[in-house]
């Protein structure tokens, strides 16, 4: 069964074509035809024709729908395309849209290609023969897997394109050719927005199998220290050999990423995860030390909450991702000790209810341990981790003490009464039945005076 934006990008085409115009695919949807991969995002280009004339064709076959009409971009309702005329773009300033655009449907195939950022990204199907248009070798390129920049005059007018060679490396599992890397180096990312950064960094720790390559693309680019510098600083801090004969916690870190990834589409905030893995041993940076000939980087998870907060901060205003990062990175060791302490289930328990995500937590300590080489291997405590999660959400079933029952006992609310609360969770926690909790709670309610039952 044919794809029905796949139909109408073949019947604008043709109306196209009865005008005297050329429709093209353009941009990843041609690199990922190429490769027999998918992609949903179809993005068509139109040439040789007016900007009345392309939308009467559109209006003649549904409702369209004008994204940026001075564009010259618009979509058709019910269908997921884009449909774009070419497009000039003067540089007027440093920052990502520092832009004059301005819609010229006749500058040909070459210039239109030009103004895009890599050359498999500047390849044109045409939509009718299927003949693809390729003015920059961007198939070879993309055979030979290599991010290469099309032109110096235009890549250095977008920053953003620092971190998309770098994405499209960590995606693509390609190298990033070494003119590029070396174009890369002289540009400056200040001006760039968090949600540019965040939306390319996203892209990286989310549709990639390896987003090590991603961080490592731009520590070969020395692009780390505007938006990454937290990162940064773990870059030749030891660790003991002991546990991490991979070297230093940069090493280790892009090792537990890469592990992460086994994980991502387990848990309920896969790219919060993905930061975690990245920010867990921020801490290290600045408490490690050798004690009595041994390195060390003691409550490391305590003392880089501040880094990872600032790290956070720098990328989002989403508080709710800031937090869910800040609790797994303060609690990722905590999993892995109890396990190999078999510790009670009050304790489990207790961490549990402290996370954001158990689920998360647990894969995260997994992650951590299998991302370093030791010399004794590390085996995940699965059954542990899963029985134990069993017997909190058991436990969090079953009814318990609320502030309506200590109210029918006789109490009055109070200022302490968000202690007693609290007194009674704990009780719920160790697994004391709700009409046992209710009983102690009140007597220790008795106790603070607050209570005479």
Same mark, same amino acid.
């Given at each position: 069964? @044919?794809?029905?934006?796949?139909?109408?990008a073949v019947k604008i085409a043709?109306?196209?074509? *009865?005008?005297?115009? @050329?429709?093209?695919?353009?941009?990843?949807?041609?690199?990922?035809?190429?490769?027999?991969?998918?992609?949903?995002? $179809?993005?068509?280009?139109?040439?040789?024709?007016?900007?009345?004339?392309? &939308?009467?064709?559109?209006?003649?076959?549904? %409702?369209?729908?004008? $994204?940026?009409?001075?564009?010259?971009?618009?979509?058709?309702?019910?269908?997921?395309?884009?449909?774009?005329?070419?497009?000039?773009?003067?540089?007027?300033?440093?920052?990502?849209?520092? #832009?004059?655009?301005?819609?010229?449907?006749?500058?040909?195939?070459?210039?239109?290609? *030009?103004?895009?950022?890599?050359?498999?990204?500047?390849?044109?199907?045409?939509?009718? @023969?299927?003949?693809?248009?390729? /003015?920059?070798?961007?198939?070879?390129?993309?055979?030979?897997?290599?991010?290469?920049? $099309?032109?110096?005059?235009?890549? $250095? &007018?977008?920053?953003?394109?620092?971190?998309?060679?770098? *994405?499209?490396?960590?995606?693509?599992?390609?190298?990033?050719?070494?003119?590029?890397? =070396?174009?890369?180096?002289?540009?400056?990312?200040?001006?760039?927005?968090?949600?540019?950064?965040?939306?390319?960094?996203?892209?990286?720790?989310?549709?990639?199998?390896?987003?090590?390559?991603?961080?490592?693309?731009?520590?070969?680019?020395?692009?780390?220290?505007?938006?990454?510098?937290?990162?940064? *600083?773990?870059?030749?801090?030891?660790?003991?050999?002991?546990?991490?004969? &991979?070297?230093?916690?940069?090493? /280790? @870190?892009?090792?537990?990423?890469?592990?992460?990834?086994?994980?991502?589409?387990?848990?309920?905030?896969?790219?919060?995860?993905?930061?975690?893995?990245?920010?867990?041993?921020?801490?290290?940076?600045?408490?490690?030390?050798?004690?009595?000939?041994?390195?060390?980087?003691?409550?490391?998870?305590?003392?880089?909450?501040?880094?990872?907060?600032a790290f956070m901060k720098r990328?989002?205003?989403?508080?709710?991702?800031?937090?869910?990062?800040?609790?797994?990175?303060?609690?990722?060791?905590?999993?892995?000790?109890?396990?190999?302490?078999?510790?009670?289930?009050?304790?489990?328990?207790?961490?549990?209810?402290?996370?954001?995500?158990?689920?998360?937590?647990?894969?995260?300590?997994?992650?951590?341990?299998?991302?370093?080489?030791?010399?004794?291997?590390?085996?995940?405590?699965?059954?542990?981790?899963?029985?134990?999660?069993?017997?909190?959400? %058991?436990?969090?079933?079953?009814?318990?003490?609320?502030?309506?029952?200590?109210?029918?006992?006789?109490?009055?609310?109070? =200022?302490? #009464?968000?202690?007693?609360?609290?007194?009674?969770?704990?009780?719920?926690?160790?697994?004391?039945?709700?009409?046992?909790?209710?009983?102690?709670?009140?007597?220790?309610?008795?106790?603070?005076?607050?209570?005479?039952?």
């Amino acid at each position: 069964m @044919t794809d029905k934006n796949i139909d109408m990008a073949v019947k604008i085409a043709s109306l196209v074509s *009865q005008q005297g115009g @050329t429709a093209y695919y353009v941009g990843g949807y041609v690199r990922d035809r190429i490769q027999h991969k998918e992609n949903k995002d $179809i993005d068509i280009e139109i040439h040789g024709i007016y900007p009345h004339q392309l &939308e009467a064709i559109l209006d003649s076959l549904g %409702e369209r729908i004008s $994204i940026g009409e001075s564009f010259g971009i618009y979509n058709l309702k019910g269908y997921s395309l884009d449909i774009a005329m070419p497009r000039k773009e003067d540089s007027r300033g440093v920052g990502h849209k520092d #832009f004059e655009i301005y819609v010229d449907s006749f500058i040909g195939t070459y210039k239109a290609a *030009q103004r895009r950022d890599f050359t498999f990204n500047a390849l044109l199907e045409d939509i009718l @023969t299927g003949n693809i248009i390729d /003015h920059f070798g961007g198939v070879d390129d993309l055979n030979n897997g290599i991010i290469r920049h $099309i032109s110096d005059k235009t890549f $250095i &007018e977008d920053p953003l394109r620092v971190l998309r060679a770098a *994405q499209f490396a960590a995606r693509f599992n390609y190298s990033v050719a070494t003119e590029t890397v =070396e174009l890369c180096r002289q540009m400056d990312l200040s001006s760039l927005s968090r949600e540019r950064i965040i939306g390319e960094l996203e892209k990286a720790m989310l549709k990639s199998d390896k987003p090590s390559i991603f961080f490592e693309s731009l520590r070969q680019m020395n692009q780390l220290s505007v938006w990454f510098p937290e990162l940064e *600083q773990t870059i030749g801090v030891k660790q003991n050999p002991k546990h991490h004969a &991979e070297g230093d916690v940069w090493t /280790h @870190t892009m090792m537990v990423a890469d592990v992460a990834v086994r994980y991502r589409d387990k848990v309920i905030n896969p790219f919060g995860f993905m930061l975690s893995a990245i920010t867990h041993d921020f801490g290290k940076a600045l408490c490690t030390e050798s004690v009595n000939g041994e390195i060390h980087a003691y409550n490391h998870e305590i003392v880089g909450l501040p880094l990872v907060e600032a790290f956070m901060k720098r990328l989002t205003t989403e508080k709710s991702l800031i937090e869910y990062v800040m609790n797994l990175s303060e609690f990722h060791m905590k999993p892995n000790v109890l396990a190999a302490d078999n510790s009670s289930i009050k304790s489990t328990n207790k961490l549990f209810d402290r996370s954001v995500d158990p689920e998360a937590l647990i894969y995260l300590a997994v992650s951590d341990g299998l991302g370093k080489i030791a010399p004794r291997e590390y085996v995940p405590y699965d059954d542990f981790f899963k029985s134990r999660l069993e017997i909190y959400r %058991e436990y969090m079933s079953r009814p318990y003490v609320m502030g309506r029952d200590l109210i029918a006992a006789g109490m009055s609310p109070s =200022e302490r #009464f968000s202690e007693y609360l609290e007194y009674a969770h704990k009780l719920r926690l160790a697994g004391v039945k709700k009409e046992s909790a209710l009983q102690q709670t009140l007597a220790y309610a008795g106790k603070k005076g607050d209570y005479e039952g």
